[in-house]
Nanobody, 123 residues
Framework: QVQLVESGGGLVQAGGSLRLSCAAS????????MGWFRQAPGKEREFVAR????????YYADSVKGRFTISRDNAKNTVYLQMNSLKPEDTAVYYC????????????????WGQGTQVTVSS
């Protein structure tokens, strides 16, 4: 099993940066595909980014490509989401997710979820 705890959210002005962290417990982390999703008020949860267990492959939603970077440190059981050039439309609760297989961009592919961290971008 994998337990996930996100941190690093907050209030930032448009154009600013934040780095989210997701700390994982459980020995399965290093073999897990990790993803970040977000959910804005009144909207469905959507895919943001994912990274393979080895960090060899990453994939991003078009809306964040070039601004966000996903990375991981398996020695620290942590995955990160560096968010630059933030926009008001990035405002959402951000969730970390894990899958022991090769999950992609679909929510249902992920077996484990964190509780989320709020990111608010003011204009």
């Amino acid at each position: 099993q994998v337990q996930l705890v996100e941190s690093g959210g907050g209030l930032v002005q448009a154009g600013g940066s934040l780095r989210l962290s997701c700390a994982a417990s459980g020995r399965a982390f290093s073999r897990s595909t990790m993803g970040w999703f977000r959910q804005a008020p009144g909207k469905e949860r959507e895919f943001v980014a994912r990274i393979s267990w080895s960090s060899f492959t990453t994939y991003y939603a078009d809306s964040v490509k070039g601004r966000f970077t996903i990375s991981r440190d398996n020695a620290k059981n942590t995955v990160y989401l560096q968010m630059n050039s933030l926009k008001p439309e990035d405002t959402a609760v951000y969730y970390c997710a894990a899958d022991l297989g090769r999950a992609g961009t679909i929510l249902s592919e992920y077996d484990y979820w964190g509780q989320g961290t709020q990111v608010t971008v003011s204009s």
